[in-house]
């Protein structure tokens, strides 16, 4: 299955209250994968703010990198290689090889010096290449309107 229309098979969440919450900076690839670049975006959430699994998945880390906590849900019904979500900065609440469903509570939000307001850095990978997570976000149904008003 591609991933365009895998992305609109599937439903996903926000995974930070209140839908939507607010971008304080986007997605930007790197022209390479060693170059700068911002691999995922920053959602406004204040310290304690819970992280959400935004589908069905696997735990598959949940644990320190780099001095920040960062949890890794891997998207079971997406395909092989399966879509990977990371969170950071978060304390995870949830160990490695738990399942859970879209919804479940699995970190909360830590103050770090990743962004100058608190924010939950938002992570999208298919096998080892960066993704906007921006193609999980829900959308809203499109309606068509009456011709002329």
Same mark, same amino acid.
């Given at each position: 299955?591609?991933?365009?229309?895998?992305?609109?098979?599937?439903?996903?969440? &926000?995974?930070?209250?209140?839908?939507?919450?607010?971008?304080?900076?986007? &997605?930007?690839?790197?022209?390479?994968?060693?170059?700068?670049?911002?691999?995922?975006?920053d959602l406004a959430a204040p310290p304690g703010t819970p992280v959400l699994a935004?589908?069905?998945?696997?735990?598959?880390?949940?644990?320190?990198?780099?001095?920040?906590?960062?949890?890794?849900l891997t998207l079971t019904a997406t395909g092989t290689p399966p879509l990977r979500?990371?969170?950071?900065?978060?304390?995870?609440l949830i160990t490695t090889g738990t399942q859970v469903t879209e919804g479940t509570?699995?970190?909360?939000?830590?103050?770090?010096?990743?962004?100058?307001?608190?924010?939950?850095? &938002?992570?999208?990978?298919?096998?080892?290449?960066?993704?906007?997570?921006?193609?999980?976000?829900?959308?809203?149904?499109?309606?068509?309107?009456?011709?002329?008003?």
């Amino acid at each position: 299955m591609q991933l365009t229309t895998l992305f609109l098979a599937l439903t996903f969440l &926000w995974p930070v209250p209140p839908p939507p919450p607010q971008i304080l900076r986007g &997605w930007h690839p790197p022209p390479g994968p060693y170059a700068a670049g911002h691999r995922g975006i920053d959602l406004a959430a204040p310290p304690g703010t819970p992280v959400l699994a935004p589908a069905t998945g696997t735990i598959t880390y949940a644990g320190q990198v780099a001095g920040r906590g960062v949890v890794t849900l891997t998207l079971t019904a997406t395909g092989t290689p399966p879509l990977r979500t990371t969170f950071t900065p978060v304390t995870p609440l949830i160990t490695t090889g738990t399942q859970v469903t879209e919804g479940t509570p699995i970190a909360e939000t830590t103050l770090d010096t990743h962004c100058t307001t608190p924010c939950l850095h &938002w992570g999208l990978l298919h096998d080892d290449t960066y993704l906007n997570p921006l193609l999980l976000a829900p959308r809203a149904r499109s309606r068509l309107l009456p011709l002329g008003g």
